[in-house]
């Protein structure tokens, strides 16, 4: 099983970056699939999360507008889109992935990535 992250690095406040996690080895259509961060110092906080059939997204309230996440099961892959970035956003991204039904508790993830730094800075 791998979930591998790409798409981070060092931007201005107010621009933008797209995640991307390439999931293999286990059956993805089955998957909820979700975005956690974690910035320095701080717990791990659910950025989003979407469901197996891609139709339901949740999103904590502060990030809601400014974060978009979507699935694509032909490529087994999710995406966040990040736009309008504060350095409040800066952490490391992580994707996960866990069978139904929906929990926003980390511990109840099966699956995780390694990670992917987003830094948003002058």
Known sequence: VQLVESGGGLVQPGGSLRLSCA???????????????QAPGKERELVAAITSAGGITNYAGSLKGRFTMS??????????????????????YYCAARRAPYSPRSLEYDYWGQGTQVTVST
């Open 23 to 37: 999931a293999s080895g286990f059956t993805f259509s089955r998957y909820i699939m979700s975005w956690y961060r």
């Open 71 to 92: 699935r694509d099961s032909a490529k087994n892959t999710v995406y966040l889109q990040m736009d309008s970035l504060k350095p409040e956003d800066t952490a490391v």
